[in-house]
């Protein structure tokens, strides 16, 4: 099974147009997916390092990139995947369409399981995003020009800036980035109503509608990565160039953090420009070593693989890896001292945390733990050339 050219998750992107893959972007997004993984399956939610959970509202947290970092990403991908499609008309777009939509409705899937309470269900949620920005990404790539792509870009991070610093926010009067009364949350509680947003946060929603449109602006980052690495430019010339804009960007990022807080929950602006600026960095690096310096020296390409593995089925392994543990936890079995516990917490408990003293580690060991046994399935898929298309 391979991937179509419209495939934005499992690449199959062309190099200059060349007939190597441009393997440093799966290796990038691959390890983005590893880390997803990771920090969403801790053996305990009660005990984890630090830099593995989001910051508590501004601020960031090494945790807090990975979602940025995949849709920056989704950006570059649709770069390789759609350029040559920009005069296909609808055909292409129904294609987008569709792909958009069944990433959604994955996501509402998960949302649902196991209960499926269409009154109190969450609408939006991570798969969710990845559609909406995939879906207004694309569109914007087959309809405009680098330049256009970039007064977007800038348009909408300075409206949304306004929007949430100067607007009254009604109800409340003045404008606010307060958690539960800043203008996001108003929208979430208006449009998707208090019993649709997620529920630990009960009247907004991290991924909510608002906050959608500066996350837009993350994969808008990554279309103008995608075109500036297709051009027929020295690779040194665009790595250089590459990396001077992660700089700029990152720079400008830190700058805005002091009127407009960094924050993830509220996808401001200032944090659009600091992961996008880090993505640009990573991605540089990625693309130096691997696709210009690795070349053709086969021992060292092949190092990256293992996260190439996670890279080419990126949206299944989310998807299951978000679904398998409530399959688990809904299998309860019966401990010594007579207590229920799901399959995946009696695992955890018997197997996993014993030998450990400190709590942390095995919680640790336990994500971990997790991520080899996706390693080790993802890896036979990419030995058999199995890549499952979304």
């Not at 060991?365 to 050339?385: C, D, P, S, T």
């Amino acid at each position: 099974m391979q991937p179509s050219v419209s495939a934005p998750f499992a690449s199959d992107q062309q190099a200059n147009g060349s007939s190597g893959r441009l393997l440093s972007l799966d290796f990038f997004r691959g390890l983005t997916v590893a880390a997803m993984v990771l920090v969403n399956n801790p053996g305990d939610w009660a005990h984890i390092y630090a830099p593995l959970e989001h910051a508590p509202w501004n601020g960031w947290t090494p945790t807090d990139l990975i979602f940025p970092f995949f849709l920056f990403i989704v950006g570059v991908s649709i770069t390789f995947a759609l350029d040559g499609k920009k005069a296909a008309g609808k055909g292409i777009v129904g294609k987008i369409v569709k792909r958009s939509l069944t990433l959604f409705l994955l996501g509402l899937f998960l949302n649902f399981f196991p209960k499926f309470d269409l009154t109190t269900v969450r609408i939006l949620g991570v798969l969710q995003r990845i559609a909406l920005v995939y879906l207004a990404c694309s569109l914007i790539f087959l309809k405009t020009t680098s330049r256009q792509q970039f007064y977007i870009l800038c348009g909408m991070l300075v409206g949304y800036y306004i929007v949430m610093t100067f607007v009254p926010v009604p109800g409340v009067g003045y404008a606010n980035l307060e958690p539960e009364t800043n203008m996001a949350a108003w929208f979430d509680r208006v449009i998707l109503t208090p019993a649709h947003v997620y529920k630990p946060a009960k009247v907004w929603d991290p991924e909510g509608l608002l906050s959608t449109l500066p996350a837009l602006c993350t994969g808008l980052l990554g279309i103008l990565t995608g075109t500036w690495l297709r051009t027929n430019r020295p690779a040194a010339e665009k790595v250089a160039w590459l990396f001077a804009a992660g700089c700029l960007t990152t720079l400008c990022g830190l700058i805005w953090d002091g009127f407009f807080p960094i924050n993830k929950a509220l996808w401001t602006s200032s944090y659009v420009l600091l992961a996008g600026g880090l993505a640009m960095l990573g991605l540089a690096l990625c693309y130096w070593l691997i696709d210009v310096k690795g070349g053709t020296a086969s021992n060292y390409r092949r190092g990256v693989l293992p996260f190439v593995a996670f890279g080419v089925n990126a949206i299944t392994v989310f998807f299951l890896s978000g679904l398998i543990p409530r399959v688990m936890n809904l299998i309860h079995i019966t401990q010594l001292d007579g207590t229920e516990v799901g399959s995946k917490e009696y695992l955890y408990q018997n197997f996993i945390a014993p030998p450990f003293a400190d709590p942390k580690n095995a919680s640790l060991a336990g994500a971990l733990i997790f991520v080899l046994i996706w390693f080790v399935i993802l890896w036979w898929l990419y030995r058999k050339n199995v890549i499952i298309k979304v």
